[in-house]
């Protein structure tokens, strides 16, 4: 854990980024990081437009595609150490004026020597790229035209090949990049974050789950929700696939085709991107294991933060969660416009137009050359506004704030050993589920992996618009990163990414108890004491069960018998949180309907409340109610049943009574017996 200090004002954030790779088409970094516990204040905001000394008095003068030549020689300018800008030479090798509709290219060839050696660099995504006009001067880093941004590539190259966003498109897009005058509530309300696949998340992680081969037991909570929310386990998560395909990092080779490729994000090791991997790839993210925290927290003592500019070839940070651990994508600004908009990247995050995310200045410790396509190592320095438009040909950001945070706080005791986390992270609709999720994990393993043999306690709760709170109260064993994420990340996708109307999460506030063993009890068999009972009556039942790696024992619990019980025979059941929701759901299907946001909460909140370390007594009784949608409506008289099912046939449902009992555990159970009184 490298330690910062806050306090001091030469550091307006504490941070860090640690660059993965991807295939190479030139993009943008993300990195994690560490920074001091329990000090998680938003990075200062830095300079408007009209007090930094990097807006231009007039727009760089420009060539078009059209004006482009074959054999033309330029350079681009990027940052390989520190914030030092730095010229490399390219010449141009062809022009595509059939890319897309209405879209070009420009390939280019690096010749500096150090991108012979490394090929494309994650990172420098929007390297600004200029020509030398015939009889111009050439002079390295001097003069020149500006034709576009370092943006597209191969990946395992024995050269360095680009292909160059051209800069009147970016430019195109910059004209849309604005805030609007009446948009108070800034990034809830903007149409892109609107636009988020419905349950995304929650498809992502079961069609990861069924090609991992996922037990039930991992996901049951997502199962019910999944269908209490509509998803046809068969139809939607399958067709998931069809993304998780095309993200996939196995099909980012070369194979003739360029690409924007995923988005990196270095995570702590790799069984977290294995997991990780489903839930960002349709948004274009690819976790990579990485060093979390290696030499990537402040800039090195040579660099002033407060110098620190976004002008043309610097580090453009765009930071997703910070505080503890900090998360964030970084490429290269490409132009600086005079109306101080910034443009950058030369190819979308999303592609989604509006979005809302912070814009933020960054270094570089060094580059780390690989095979299949390098990367740069860096972090982040001082937000200084909003990227506000993410288009096919760049982002673009404005000074001023847009984005909207959550603040979010974990709290790790790890077999007696207890630190708390803080983060802020950034409130988006397609992005949250998944931060939340690895903020949550990253934190659970923060000093050590979890080991195989052990049980997290992980109680909390999660706060959304409307003032709606879900609580989280479960056992987990064995304990590790899948089970965390299955746990976290299904409530708050189900509630950001609903059909209805999104509940953004308003802040978050966990506690995982870490014991360095399996709590866990199987439920063997059950003797019963008497079957013939009176109404009133207490029923002895004895549990055979059988802790991890002990013999089995009994466990003795009472069936409280209703005094108001009619002659019969009635159903029992003993068994786990997961048995018993199944059953729950199948007496009161309606339950499991969400016709509005209101219900999805509803929902949420059942689904949430079933614990894992509790046996449940469920008693079937034999009369039945009606329920309006959620609503239920017992003991009606049959004929006024019958007249209310009749009138309302497509909202009415019958329904099983029960009686209920919670008998807790102090670890997880698991199994199910039936008998009959």
């Known amino acids: 854990m490298r330690l910062v200090n806050h306090n001091d004002p030469d550091y307006g954030v504490p941070m860090t980024t640690i660059l993965r790779s991807l295939p190479c088409v030139a993009v943008f970094l993300i990195g994690l ?47 390989f150490h520190g914030v030092k800008i730095e010229p490399f030479p390219v010449e141009v090798i062809s022009v595509m004026r059939d890319f897309g509709p209405k879209r070009g290219v420009v390939w280019i060839k690096c010749s500096d020597p150090r991108l012979l050696k490394s090929g494309p660099v994650q990172g420098m995504s929007g390297s600004p790229i200029y020509l030398w006009e015939p009889g111009e001067k050439q002079e390295l880093g001097k003069g020149g035209k500006l034709i576009g941004a370092f943006a597209f590539g191969y990946s395992w190259t024995r050269d360095c090949y680009a292909g160059v966003q051209p800069i009147e498109l ?6 849309r990049a604005v805030i609007k005058p009446d948009d108070d509530k800034a990034a809830s309300n903007l149409k892109s974050d609107r636009r988020a696949p419905a349950h995304e998340s929650l498809r992502a992680m079961l069609g990861y789950a069924q090609q991992e081969g996922w037990s039930g037991e991992i996901t049951w909570r997502a199962d019910m929700l999944a269908k209490g929310l509509g998803l046809d386990q068969q139809k939607d998560v399958a067709a998931n696939d069809d993304t998780l395909q095309r993200f996939a990092p196995t099909n980012l080779k070369a194979d003739g085709k360029p690409y924007r490729m995923m988005l990196p994000m270095a995570v702590g090791n790799a069984g977290q991107a294995k997991w990780l991997a489903p839930l960002l790839a ?51 600004v490409t132009d600086v416009l005079p109306d101080g908009k910034v443009l950058g990247f030369g190819h979308s995050m999303f592609g989604e137009g509006e979005i809302a995310l912070p814009m933020a200045t960054g270094f570089i410790h060094f580059v780390v050359p690989r095979q299949s396509t390098s990367f740069k190592l860096g972090g982040t320095v001082i937000i200084k506004g909003s990227i506000v438009r993410d288009e096919n040909a760049a ?45 949550a994990t990253m934190s659970a393993e923060a000093d050590t992996k979890l080991p195989a043999l052990s049980t997290v306690k992980l109680t909390g709760t999660a706060m959304f618009e409307g003032n709606r709170k879900v609580t989280l109260n479960t056992l987990i064993a064995p304990a590790g990163g899948p089970r965390i994420m299955a746990e976290v990340m299904p409530p708050i996708g189900s509630m950001v990414q609903n059909t209805h109307d999104e509940m953004m999460l308003q802040s978050l506030d966990l506690q995982l108890k870490v014991t360095q063993k399996v709590e866990a009890v199987q439920l063997l068999g059950a003797r019963v004491e008497k079957t013939e009972v ?144």
């Not at 970016?170 to 004209?175: L, N, S, V, Y």
């Not at 043309?312 to 503890?324: E, Q």
């Open 33 to 79: 990081l560490f920074t001091t516990v329990g000090q998680a204040d938003a990075p200062a905001t830095g300079n408007t437009a009209s007090s930094d000394a990097t807006v231009p008095a007039k727009a760089a003068a420009i060539m078009p595609l059209d004006k482009v030549r074959i054999g033309a020689k330029g350079y681009g300018l990027t940052v």
């Open 282 to 332: 349709p948004m274009g993210i690819e976790p990579m294991a990485g060093p979390i925290g290696a030499k990537a927290g402040l800039p090195p003592s040579e660099i002033d933060p407060k110098k620190v500019k976004l002008e043309a070839g610097s580090v453009l940070s765009l930071p997703l969660a910070w505080g503890d651990a900090d998360l964030n994508a970084a490429g290269t």
């Open 534 to 677: 009176n109404p009133g009556d207490k029923v002895k039942v004895t549990l055979t069960v059988q802790e991890q790696g002990q013999s089995p024992t009994t466990k003795v619990i009472w069936v409280n018998v209703p005094d108001n019980l009619a002659a019969g025979q009635y159903p029992v059941m003993v068994s786990d949180g997961r048995s018993y929701l199944q059953q729950k759901v199948q007496n009161r299907p309606h339950l499991a309907q969400t016709q509005s946001a209101n219900d999805v909460y509803a929902l949420v909140q059942m689904v949430t409340k079933v614990r894992t370390d509790a046996f449940y007594v469920v008693l079937q009784l034999p009369r039945t109610g009606l329920a309006l949608g959620r609503h239920e409506l017992p003991q009606l008289p049959s004929s006024r049943k019958a007249l209310i099912a009749s009138a309302a046939s497509k909202v009415a449902n019958s329904y099983a009574d029960t009686v209920e009992q919670v008998v807790p555990m102090n670890a997880v159970v698991a199994g199910r017996v039936a008998f009959q009184l």
């Open 395 to 439: 982002v673009a950001g404005v000074r001023e704030q847009a984005f909207k945070t959550i603040p979010v706080k974990v709290t790790v005791d790890n077999d007696g050993q207890k630190k708390t986390y803080t983060y802020t992270m950034v409130q988006h609709s397609r992005l949250t589920p998944s931060i939340a999720a690895q903020l």
């Open 170 to 175: 970016m430019r195109d897009t910059g004209t």
